[in-house]
């Protein structure tokens, strides 16, 4: 009988990610796979959801939904901040991906929508919020 990934198990694989209109974020399939354990947040859920079940050996593509994959973008999550309460550390400019500091040590990351001398429009939704995508993945081996 073929092995199956299981919510818990050692999984090496490759996996190809991109927005739903096709447009690679990551691969490994040009290179090395991975070897990700599922179930402690190296993956996001809904794609740990998608391979619990494969047998090795496999290609599968899955096609998620905002809903199924990362979520709905929600405006509430963009922010203008002035250019003094942003990190000083590091050189900021649109499209960058800055880090603060949150609660309790907790690290907060934003995306830079627009910047001008005195402010800032920071994107807290995880990049992929509100997009299609697509998740292809090779189960290699189950450790």
């Known amino acids: ?3 199956r990934v ?3 198990s050692l999984v ?13 974020l990551v691969s490994t399939f040009d290179g090395t796979p991975a070897t990700l354990q599922l179930g402690n947040g190296e993956l ?3 794609l740990e959801a998608c391979l ?6 496999e290609n599968h593509t899955f096609l998620l939904e905002p809903e199924q994959a990362f979520g709905p973008h929600n405006p509430d999550l963009v922010q203008r901040l002035a250019r003094a309460d942003l990190p000083a ?3 900021i400019e649109v499209s960058s991906m800055i880090e ?9 990351t934003g995306l830079v929508r627009e910047l001008n001398a005195d402010s800032a429009l920071i994107d807290f939704n995880h990049p992929l919020a509100g997009r299609d ?10 450790l």
Not at 12 to 24: E, K, N
């Open 6 to 8: 299981k919510a818990d």
């Open 44 to 46: 996001a859920p809904a």
């Open 52 to 57: 619990e079940g494969l047998p090795v050996g």
């Open 12 to 24: 090496t694989l490759h996996y190809r990610l991109a927005t739903g209109d096709d447009q690679a």
């Open 100 to 108: 603060f500091s949150g609660p309790e040590g907790m690290h907060i």
């Open 89 to 91: 550390d590091g050189k």
């Open 133 to 142: 995508v697509r998740f292809e993945v090779e189960i290699v081996g189950i």
């Open 1 to 3: 009988m073929t092995e």
